[in-house]
């Protein structure tokens, strides 16, 4: 049986970001004009990623999980991975970080918020651990997830994302950035289309 269009969808943003995201403001749009219908919600996230967990879990707890889409960019497409695990929805995950344990145990310490460098935050030594506590491994419905990879990332490693979702529909790309800077142009239109077939 075929997944109804989504009713409801979900943006996560990646770390030191926000939903003041280039990519979270061109989904946004694009969902007011193609998808009104559609209940779109892009929190702040905590830095604290049990906080950030506690927050979207609590914040979907009455949301139908057979019309649920989700998408994470980078750490957010982590967080993504582990939403899609407990409940089932519809993933989109572009350039989603993999082991952000390993990764962000170096920026641990005080960090600038990339949209208002003025805003700072601390990235505190547990929160590596909390990380590490949302590794869900092998998906259930591997077919349920969308991932969007460039071969040019210049934070993430894109043979570590590709080998990560076997059994997902994976667009590598030649080239392209960590930003994903076509999104937009290139990569919207079928982001939605995955989460809300014609």
Not at 97 to 115: F, N, S, T, Y
Not at 150 to 163: T, Y
Request: net charge negative; with cysteine; glycine share 8%.
């Amino acid at each position: 049986m075929p997944l109804p269009p989504i009713t409801h969808l979900l943006y996560l943003h990646g770390f030191r970001s926000s939903p003041r995201s280039a990519k979270a403001q061109a989904t946004a749009a694009y969902m007011a004009v193609h998808h009104a219908d559609v209940e779109w919600w892009c929190p702040q996230l905590p830095p604290s990623p049990r906080e950030a967990m506690d927050l979207v879990l609590a914040g979907i707890a009455d949301w139908p999980r057979e019309s649920l889409g989700v998408i994470g960019s980078s750490l957010g497409g982590y967080y993504a991975t582990y939403v899609a695990a407990m409940t089932g929805a519809r993933a989109v995950l572009l350039n989603p970080a993999v082991d952000p344990a390993r990764d962000l145990a170096k920026h641990i310490g005080e960090q600038r918020a990339w949209h208002s460098p003025q805003e700072r935050f601390f990235f505190r030594p547990e929160f590596i651990g909390e990380l590490a506590a949302l590794e869900v491994g092998a998906l259930d419905h591997p077919e349920r997830v969308f991932v969007v990879i460039a071969k040019g990332d210049e934070v993430l490693d894109w043979r570590e994302m590709s080998a990560r979702y076997p059994g997902s529909r994976v667009r590598l790309l030649e080239g392209g950035d960590h930003a994903l800077s076509d999104f937009e142009r290139a990569h919207l239109a079928d982001v939605v289309a995955f989460l809300s077939p014609a």
